[in-house]
Each structure stands twice: as C-alpha cells, then as structure tokens.
C-alpha cells in the first residue's frame, strides 16, 4: 500500500537551455489516491512528470520521495517504488513483447539474482490485464499504435512500483480501450493503494477518473483539488482559452465540460425560407 509514501515539489523551476517551463511550483500529491494533470499544450505537463521521475533535474527547489530528494536517490533504489511511463516510449529494434515487458522486473533484480516464479507471474499478470498476452511472441515494432501503448502499459505494471507516474496513458487508444486502460489504474488504485499520476488531454476522463485534479496554465499551478473544485467554467477559460458550460455527468456525478465554440451554438433558429411564387 502506498498510504506511507509522500510525494511533493517544493519551489520547482524546470526548463531547457533558455526557456523556463515550469516556475516556483509547489505541490503535493496524495497518497493513495489518482491524481490526473491538465493543461493546455506545451504548459510543462510532461515535464513535471519527467522531474517528479527523476529524469529532468531541477533549475531551482526539488522534488521529494519520502524526505528524500529523487534526483540524490540511486536509479535502481528509486525504481522499485516509483516508476514511469514516458510520453514516447522507444522499444529496441525486434524485441518481443514479451522480453519488453520483463524488462519492467529489472529493478527488483540485483546484481547476482536471478528471474525467479515471482517475477513470471507479475509479467503473466500484467499481460492479461492489458489484454496483450496473445502478442506475447510478437515483435513490437510489429504493432499497431494501440497495441504498443498497451504493451507499454503492461512493462508498467509488470514494475509493480507503488507510485505510478503515466504521460497520456490513452495515447493511440480507441474510446473503448480508453476506458479499460483507465478502468485498469483505477483497479490498481482500489485494490493495492498505488499512487497513480497520470497526465490527460481529455478533461472529461479526467474528471471522471481523479481523485486529484492539478490544472497548469503556462508552467504554473492554476488550481488543484477535487475535480468538482478545480472543472470550473472559469478554469477552462484560462487555462484553455475556451468557454464552455460546466454540468454534472449524468453517469458519473462528476463535471461534465462542454464547450461553446463558434458553431456550437446551444439554440439555434433556422434560416427563414423563401417562398415561390
């Protein structure tokens, strides 16, 4: 269970030769619980994901794991508590499904252990919860694009880490697998209290799915809370430049965001016809 496991920033300044990404950012993410981060294009989403993963050491302030800095933290030591899933992942030329997801048992192997019964049975495990056993012998260069995020999902959970960090998870997905990817975290959330981190485009999944919702607007921390504290019309405005109207999901009692553009006219009147003569 990862209710003992603490997870904040504190003062975060991120960025990439001259440009600042992220500024001044502090935040604390909650145990135990899924929290989903939105934001507009190019607002430091991924890469607060990427520092919080020890993959992008701060300009300024830290990221802290249990009172420990992550970036002072040995890679392999960090990995069997925290791991990610990176935007675009890249596989090795004709690995096998299969050889990718044992790769996510790495870092439970020392240096002179061997792959052991457990580590077959956290792989078969992750294969059939991503539906992908039956790819186990492919090559994954062979795959469709939604068939390799869900691999990618699976060398994820094959980790079996506490902590979960997720860059768009759905990426490449239909709106079927979608929901059973996201139905699947929530599973893992429910069942062994893994914190899940996850970045989303699709505010509406993200507000059926979070428990914590952290909305940035350019690299800083607009709001955070529960999603029925932070979908706001307001938010959406400034946040995405898009007005919408904010109702509640008949399915799921949560924000529902539709949004107004300028075709999307709530009532329309119909253009007046001409009569013949």
């Known amino acids: 269970m990862t209710t003992s496991h603490s997870l904040t920033a504190e003062g975060l300044a991120l960025g990439y030769a001259d440009r600042v990404v992220i500024d001044s950012l502090d935040l604390v993410v909650p145990p135990g619980r899924i929290t989903v981060i939105v934001g507009a294009n190019a607002c430091g989403k991924s890469t607060l994901l990427r520092s919080l993963s020890r993959l992008l050491t701060p300009r300024a302030g830290r990221v802290v794991l249990d009172g420990k800095e992550v970036h002072r933290t040995p890679a392999r030591q960090l990995a069997r508590t925290l791991g990610l899933l990176p935007q675009s992942p890249v596989a090795p030329e004709g690995i096998t499904v299969l050889d990718l997801v044992g790769r996510g048992r790495h870092p439970h192997q020392g240096m002179f252990s061997?792959?052991?019964?457990?580590?077959?049975?956290?792989?078969?495990?992750?294969?059939?919860?991503?539906?992908t056993a039956d790819l186990a012998d492919r090559a994954v260069d062979e795959l469709s694009g939604g068939q390799r995020q869900r691999v990618w999902i699976a060398m994820a959970l094959a980790q079996q880490t506490?902590?979960?960090?997720?860059?768009?998870?759905?990426?490449?997905?239909?709106?079927?697998?979608?929901?059973?990817?996201?139905?699947?975290?929530?599973?893992?959330?429910?069942?062994?209290?893994?914190?899940?981190?996850?970045?989303?485009?699709?505010?509406?999944?993200?507000?059926?799915?979070?428990?914590?919702?952290?909305?940035?607007?350019?690299?800083?921390?607009?709001?955070?809370?529960?999603?029925?504290?932070?979908?706001?019309?307001?938010?959406?405005?400034?946040?995405?430049?898009?007005?919408?109207?904010?109702?509640?999901?008949?399915?799921?009692?949560?924000?529902?965001?539709?949004?107004?553009?300028?075709?999307?006219?709530?009532?329309?009147?119909?253009?007046?016809?001409?009569?013949?003569?």
């Open 114 to 131: 061997r792959w052991t019964e457990r580590d077959d049975r956290a792989v078969a495990a992750a294969l059939t919860a991503t539906q």
């Open 162 to 277: 506490d902590l979960l960090l997720l860059d768009e998870p759905t990426t490449f997905l239909d709106a079927c697998h979608q929901v059973e990817v996201l139905d699947l975290l929530t599973d893992l959330n429910h069942t062994r209290g893994t914190t899940i981190v996850m970045v989303l485009h699709d505010l509406n999944l993200a507000a059926r799915y979070a428990d914590h919702l952290i909305a940035l607007a350019s690299g800083r921390l607009h709001s955070c809370g529960t999603p029925a504290d932070v979908l706001t019309e307001e938010c959406v405005r400034t946040v995405f430049g898009l007005d919408s109207r904010i109702i509640d999901d008949p399915v799921s009692g949560r924000p529902l965001m539709l949004p107004i553009g300028r075709h999307n006219v709530l009532a329309r009147t119909a253009p007046a016809v001409s009569g013949g003569a």
